[in-house]
């Protein structure tokens, strides 16, 4: 059984995390998480002070467990770029405090490094609005660059087709024939996939209220710093800390909102895509970065309907599995991991112990904690 910890400063619980049932469960690790919560409060999405939270957090699991494979989140630069005013002097001091935080990290611990910088930011140009159309329209929170679209007219197709914010319009059959998939992600992939050029995004059913000012870029190639090996592409990732662990202690680092343009490391640049699809910071790009499969092999495609969301694993998005072939599910090692994505965090890791902010569109609930199954 899996067990989540949830801290709101003037309470905790314990619950199944399965089915969000209240239980009562005492253990090492659940011990660990609730002592680590307690004492750690998740400042908020747009605090610059949530940088911090995240080494701090992931410094004391480290002496706390030790584990072997250890997987960091920073988000706060995608959550400014999305919904701040962009100062460029702000966005200097959050790019130096990540990277300085990343250095103690790596100074303070016996860690490898793989950090990965999910892509640059840009400024929103225009919405697509998807409402006026005789089908549906959804464009979520998952993504940027996509939306989809169900049951439409001809008048519909007719009037994407000559709108030129729109990159390209495929099919579900168009789109298994060249990317193929897994059963569950074709199942509920929608009827059509819109794609925007860049520096446009869709707004239609599902889409956030909040008002944004930049999107991600069409990143081809994103940075990658890390002394254990070349890769050449996104998937390549999963292989290279697989083949070294437990023999050395990793430390997976995802940075969201930073590319090319404000990396601070020594760096290789890699493939970002798969055909003309291009990941942008999502839970896509992580699972494919953990689990080295890319995202049509997992269960959700960009713009499907999340109306088929059963009872099981409440703080999970529209999982009701979480995945097993992630690299904090390796046998024999010892896993965790912190981070500032909410639910991304856990479902990508996959770790022993994962401590995460519990936040929904900047609203600030506090803080969970994950105790997944033994392996």
């Known amino acids: 059984?899996?067990?989540?910890?949830?801290?709101?400063?003037?309470?905790?619980?314990?619950?199944?995390?399965?089915?969000?049932?209240v239980i009562n469960v005492d253990n090492d690790l659940v011990a660990l998480a609730k002592d680590l919560i307690s004492r750690r409060y998740y400042p908020g999405d747009v605090d610059n002070r949530s940088i911090t939270w995240v080494?701090?957090?992931?410094?004391?699991?480290?002496?706390?467990?030790?584990?072997?494979?250890l997987f960091l989140s920073y988000t706060?630069?995608?959550?400014?770029?999305?919904?701040?005013?962009f100062d460029p002097m702000q966005w200097q001091i959050i790019c130096r405090s990540i990277f300085d935080d990343i250095a103690r990290l790596v100074n303070e611990t016996d860690y490898v490094p793989v950090v990965v910088g999910l892509g640059d930011m840009i400024p929103l140009k225009e919405r697509i609005d998807l409402t006026p159309l005789d089908?549906?329209?959804?464009?979520?929170n998952w993504s940027f660059h996509y939306a989809g679209l169900f049951s439409p007219s001809q008048a519909d197709l007719e009037?994407?087709?000559?709108?030129?914010r729109v990159e390209r319009i495929v099919s579900k059959e168009r789109f298994s024939e060249l990317f193929g998939g897994s059963k569950e992600f074709l199942r509920r992939f929608p009827d059509y996939l819109l794609v925007a050029h860049e520096g446009y995004t869709f707004r239609g059913f599902s889409s956030g209220i909040r008002k944004i000012g930049r999107i991600p870029a069409k990143n081809l190639r994103i940075p990658v710093h890390t002394p254990l090996g070349n890769v050449q592409r996104l998937v390549d990732?999963?292989?290279?800390?697989?083949?070294?662990?437990?023999q050395q202690k990793v430390a997976l680092i995802l940075v969201e909102g930073i590319g090319q343009r404000d990396f601070q490391l020594p760096h290789k640049l890699i493939d970002n895509t798969e055909h003309w699809y291009i990941y942008e910071n999502s839970r896509d790009h992580y699972l494919t970065i953990t689990t080295g499969m890319h995202f049509q092999y997992g269960q959700f495609p960009p713009g499907h309907l999340d109306h088929d969301k059963g009872p099981k694993y409440p703080y999970s998005a529209g999982f009701t599995a979480l995945?097993?072939?992630?690299?904090?599910?390796?046998?024999?090692?010892?896993?965790?991991?912190?981070?500032?994505r909410n639910m991304v965090t856990h479902l990508a890791a996959g770790a022993d112990i994962c401590i995460e902010c519990f936040a929904r569109q900047l609203y600030n609930l506090g803080t969970i904690a994950i105790i997944n199954d033994p392996k």
Request: proline content about 7%; charged content about 20%; overall charge negative.
């Open 1 to 21: 059984m899996s067990v989540a910890v949830i801290d709101v400063r003037e309470w905790q619980t314990t619950v199944d995390f399965a089915t969000g049932d």
């Open 55 to 69: 080494t701090d957090t992931a410094l004391d699991i480290t002496k706390a467990y030790e584990p072997d494979f």
């Open 76 to 85: 706060q630069p995608h959550f400014y770029s999305l919904y701040q005013p």
């Open 135 to 140: 089908g549906l329209g959804v464009a979520t």
């Open 159 to 164: 009037q994407l087709n000559s709108d030129p």
């Open 237 to 246: 990732i999963h292989a290279l800390i697989d083949k070294v662990l437990p």
């Open 323 to 340: 995945p097993e072939n992630t690299l904090g599910r390796k046998k024999g090692i010892r896993s965790a991991a912190v981070g500032t």
